[in-house]
């Protein structure tokens, strides 16, 4: 596998305390599309996943997560 991921450190603190409902959803979008040929890329989709499964307890796509708190469907 070729490392070739530029996204944001999502395992970083700082980002997730800058980062919009649209940011998270826009990198988790393409991690996820990149995740099969690069390491770094399926390591942000992962932290994203479970981030958001954690700040909402919820099991459904981070997508759907993030739209829906932000929009207080969450």
């Known amino acids: 596998m070729t490392l070739i991921w530029s996204g ?3 395992l970083d603190a700082r980002w997730w305390d800058n980062a919009k409902a649209e940011d998270i959803v826009r990198v988790h979008q393409t ?3 990149w995740k099969g040929q ?4 399926r390591s942000a989709a992962d932290a994203i ?3 958001v499964q ?3 307890g919820s099991t459904s796509k981070p997508e759907r997560r993030v739209w ?4 207080g469907l969450g």
């Open 68 to 71: 829906g708190t932000a929009a």
């Open 31 to 33: 991690a996820t599309a």
């Open 49 to 51: 996943r479970e981030q």
């Open 54 to 56: 954690h700040a909402t």
């Open 38 to 41: 690069d390491l770094m890329a």
């Open 8 to 10: 944001p450190d999502t």
